[in-house]
């Protein structure tokens, strides 16, 4: 069974930095992917990494978050920069039960095991 943690959300000003982390426990080689949730919006992909390596980002974070995950810790980051008020969310990890790659669009959130979050505001 795949569990997730995330920690490293916060508060800060537009333009500045944020790496969250999500610890993962029990094996997944799947996608896995970073998703967020604004206030009165529905869940979305943010950024995801495939199996091999490949990423994918969603057009809003293009060229200012980078996603890497380090197998060897089992330990997936985002790294987000230039950040904006827009930004502001509750942040997920997640991966997807059986998807090797392209999870970054949510077709049915049941078939991911998702973190509990980690909020980051933007000011």
């Known amino acids: 069974h795949v569990q997730l943690v995330e920690s490293g959300g916060g508060s800060v000003q537009a333009g500045g930095s944020l790496r969250v982390s999500c610890g993962v426990s029990g094996y997944t080689s799947n996608c896995m992917g970073w998703f967020r949730q604004a206030p009165g919006k529905e869940r979305e992909g943010v950024a995801s990494?495939?199996?091999?390596?490949?990423?994918t980002y969603a057009d809003s974070v293009k060229g200012r978050f980078t996603i890497s995950r380090d197998n060897a810790k089992n330990i997936l980051y985002l790294q987000m920069n230039k950040l904006k008020p827009e930004d502001t969310a509750m942040y997920y990890c997640?991966?997807?039960?059986?998807?090797?790659?392209?999870?970054?669009?949510?077709?049915?959130?049941?078939?991911?095991?998702w973190g509990q979050g980690t909020q980051v505001t933007v000011s």
């Open positions: 997640a991966a997807h039960d059986w998807l090797r790659s392209g999870c970054l669009r949510i077709r049915d959130e049941r078939n991911y095991y």
């Open positions: 990494v495939d199996r091999d390596g490949g990423t």
